[in-house]
Nanobody
Framework: VQLQASGGGLVQAGGSLRLSCATSGGTFSSYGMGWFRQAPGKQRVYVASITWSGGSTYYADSVKGRCTISRDNAENTVYLQMNSLKPEDTAVYYC???????????????WGQGTEVTVSS
């Protein structure tokens, strides 16, 4: 399974971005999907995830209420809508696919290359 993340960029605090992760080479609807992020000098951390059907979504406390994860199984794509962005959201954002885990990065089998988000104050 190949994952290609896109949609990052430079945005002012309070702004919005929509990240996309297009997948190929596998049965997209078989996988739960997640977003993680890694800020400079810090470890990669969980952001949000969605079950294979899209029926359940989960969020880190740091983004709850500001981010929405969604998926389009017909388009083999998962999205992360980020609103009210803060400078502390600055990071490289990675999408990943899993068959048996939602919040644990170690349970994700496939990873995209990351897309960089920079939020200026």
């Amino acid at each position: 399974v190949q994952l290609q993340a896109s949609g990052g960029g430079l945005v002012q605090a309070g702004g919005s971005l929509r990240l996309s992760c297009a997948t190929s080479g596998g049965t997209f609807s078989s996988y739960g999907m997640g977003w993680f992020r890694q800020a400079p000098g810090k470890q990669r951390v969980y952001v949000a995830s969605i079950t294979w059907s899209g029926g359940s979504t989960y969020y880190a406390d740091s983004v709850k209420g500001r981010c929405t994860i969604s998926r389009d199984n017909a388009e083999n794509t998962v999205y992360l809508q980020m609103n009210s962005l803060k400078p502390e959201d600055t990071a490289v954002y990675y999408c990943a696919a899993t068959r048996n885990g939602m919040r644990d990065a170690g349970r994700y089998e496939y990873w995209g290359q990351g897309t960089e988000v920079t939020v200026s104050s």
